[in-house]
Nanobody, 126 residues
Framework: QVQLVEFGGGLVQAGGSLRLSCVVS????????MGWFRQAPGKEREFVAT????????YYADSVKGRFTISRDNTKNTVYLQMNSLKPEDTAVYYC???????????????????WGQGTQVTVSS
């Protein structure tokens, strides 16, 4: 069973930065595409970013492009989300997710992932 645990959420002022971490149990971390999603109150869970197993490819939602960076360290079974220039509309619970490769488009939606973390709250004050 694969387990994911997120760290690093918190309260930050607009314009500030946070780095989220997600540690994944198991020995096959490099086989998984890793993604970050977020869900604001009353809204559906939405795609933020994804990173291929090898780390060679990354994709971002338009709303975070240029501000957020996804990275992974396969030696530490960890994926990161560096969030800069944060805005109040970035406020949400952030989830990391892991899934075996299904094709690039699939990993832009929740259906592209098999395992999810418990989420970490990010609140950006104006």
């Amino acid at each position: 069973q694969v387990q994911l645990v997120e760290f690093g959420g918190g309260l930050v002022q607009a314009g500030g930065s946070l780095r989220l971490s997600c540690v994944v149990s198991g020995r096959t971390f490099s086989m998984y595409v890793m993604g970050w999603f977020r869900q604001a109150p009353g809204k559906e869970r939405e795609f933020v970013a994804t990173k291929s197993g090898s780390g060679s490819a990354a994709y971002y939602a338009d709303s975070v492009k240029g501000r957020f960076t996804i990275s992974r360290d396969n030696t530490k079974n960890t994926v990161y989300l560096q969030m800069n220039s944060l805005k109040p509309e970035d406020t949400a619970v952030y989830y990391c997710a892991a899934g075996l490769w299904r094709g690039a488009v699939e990993h832009h939606s929740t259906t592209g992932y098999d395992y999810w973390g418990q989420g970490t709250q990010v609140t950006v004050s104006s």
